[in-house]
């Protein structure tokens, strides 16, 4: 299942689930779902494959839960899954796979490593001072620059992202690199600051003026001051 940017999953688990067999086969991944699509619930497929079997298995990396405000259980999905078990297929941290037991059963359901889920898709609300933030990545320099955009709001899903140098009337496209993460290679050093323009699944066009400040460095998180509606 494959998502731009932070697609929140609402995740139910009935019952304590037995452990499966291992290496189940691979299936084609189901269509895309918007945050418009509904309260129906899709069936789908859960995993922790350990703590080494997921860097060894998959190219993205384990996904971290973050706060938001649905029941029962919430994660915000970020990266493409490659090798995909259902339809829908959410491959969790252990933190994550915990989240999903009764009280005090986190380290059994663990144990079974994949197990049925159902999941609906719905608008991310964050609290009201959370703003979009940006992650500059560890390997960006003034010619290649790689955006991690992070709590955008509304459908959540980001289709585009753009950088536009102070003085500057073009709008740079950024590439998607993978999950939520944006980039750009360029012969000329790029200069900041740079506003940045970020554009949602639903069509919504959000601009972040001077987001990331001139002098900016790479492995730093600067915080805008807009939001998705």
């Keep these: 299942m494959a998502s731009s940017s932070l697609l929140l999953a609402s995740v139910v688990v ?13 299936v084609p991944p189901g269509p895309n779902i918007t945050a418009s699509y509904g309260d129906k619930w899709l069936e789908a497929r859960a995993t ?9 298995m998959l190219r993205d990396q384990v996904l971290k839960p973050e706060a938001c405000s649905d029941k029962p259980v919430l994660i915000h999905v970020t990266d493409m899954n490659d090798e995909p078990i259902a339809a829908y297929h959410f491959d969790l941290s252990g933190l994550a796979f915990g989240a999903m037991a009764k009280n005090g059963k986190d380290e059994e359901l663990r144990k ?7 999941f609906r898709r719905i608008k991310c609300k964050y609290p009201a001072d959370t703003k979009i933030t940006f992650h ?4 960006s ?7 991690l955009v992070k709590y955008v709001a509304g459908d959540g899903d980001v289709v585009e992202v753009e950088i536009k140098e102070k003085g500057s009337e073009e709008w740079k496209a950024l590439k998607e690199s993978w999950g ?5 290679d360029t012969p000329k050093p790029l ?8 554009t949602t699944e639903g069509g919504e066009k959000i601009i972040a003026e001077d987001a990331i400040p001139d002098g900016w460095k790479a492995d730093n998180v600067y915080k805008s001051n807009v939001q998705a509606k």
Excluded at 14 to 26: D, F, I, L, N, T
Excluded at 112 to 118: E, L, P
């Design 48 to 56: 922790w494959y350990g703590r080494q079997g997921l860097r060894l």
């Design 180 to 184: 939520a993460i944006w980039r750009i």
């Design 14 to 26: 009935a019952a304590m689930v037995s452990a499966v067999s291992c290496g189940p086969p691979k």
């Design 136 to 139: 500059i990545e560890k390997a």
């Design 141 to 147: 320099n003034p010619n290649y620059l790689a955006l």
């Design 191 to 198: 200069k900041g600051p740079f506003s940045v323009r970020v």
């Design 112 to 118: 079974a490593g994949i197990i049925d889920t159902q």
